[in-house]
């Protein structure tokens, strides 16, 4: 059974950078049949896609958020990682990582979500 | 980037029930449309991809159809446990980006 663990600090300061790490078991970050992605959600609101990975390192990013997003995979550690620099409080979220099968488009295993708040 | 608008937003409805979520896109989309069910404090669910595939151990009441810009979820009778709320998802095209509907929160009448 695969299974996603987001992990990282609870609280994050303004202008700080936002580090996240998702730690997948039950399957691997370097199978190629697979993109790995970060989705936010807000308190009380919608979900946003942030970015994914794939095994070969190559990244596609919402255009929105490109500018101070950073995701990188760490195969020996089977973890991929987010880092989201000068945040503010509009970056307070649930942070899931989750798995998209390749050609599919369709996230089927999710992290259970770690909420990161930005406060002084 | 394509934009995906759920009707309704909010829906109430009776165990037993047969309902219907829309997801219309700003513009024609491929088949890479899914379907999602959260409920509070969880993550999201997949529930339906590639718009009528049923994932794997969702139960049958749970359907999709749609082609171009609309799209639906129906489920056939609604059971206690499918309360939640239910958001949509594109992707057009590889590369992404990615979009989610703005969700349809589903209540017992």
């Known amino acids: 059974q695969v299974q996603l663990q987001e992990s990282g600090p609870g609280l994050v300061k303004p202008s700080e950078t936002l580090s996240l790490t998702c730690t997948v078991s039950?399957?691997?970050?370097?199978?190629?049949?697979?993109?790995w992605s970060w989705i936010r959600q807000p308190p009380g609101k919608g979900l946003e896609w942030i970015g994914y990975i794939y095994y070969s390192g190559s990244t596609n990013y919402n255009p929105s958020l490109k500018s101070r997003v950073t995701i990188s995979v760490d195969t020996y550690k089977n973890q991929f990682s987010l880092k989201l620099s000068s945040v503010t409080a509009a970056d307070t979220a649930v942070y899931y990582c989750?798995?998209?099968?390749?050609?599919?488009?369709?996230?089927?295993?999710w992290g259970q979500g770690t909420l990161v708040p930005v406060s002084s | 980037d394509i934009q995906l608008t759920q009707s309704p937003s909010f829906l109430s409805a009776s165990v037993g029930d047969r309902v219907t979520i829309t997801c219309r896109a700003s513009q024609g989309i491929s088949s890479y449309l899914a379907w999602y069910q959260q409920k509070p404090g969880k993550a999201p669910k997949l529930l339906i991809y590639?718009?009528?595939t049923l994932q794997s151990g969702v139960p049958s009441r749970f359907s999709g159809s749609g082609s171009g810009t609309e799209f639906t979820l129906t489920i056939s009778s609604l059971q206690p446990e499918d309360f939640a709320t239910y958001y949509c998802?594109?992707?057009?095209?590889?590369?992404?980006?990615?979009?989610f509907g703005q969700g349809t929160r589903l209540e017992i009448k």
């Open positions: 998802q594109q992707l057009n095209s590889y590369p992404p980006p990615i979009t």
């Open positions: 590639a718009a009528s």
């Open positions: 989750a798995r998209d099968v390749v050609r599919r488009g369709a996230f089927d295993y």
């Open positions: 039950g399957g691997s970050v370097s199978s190629g049949s697979y993109y």
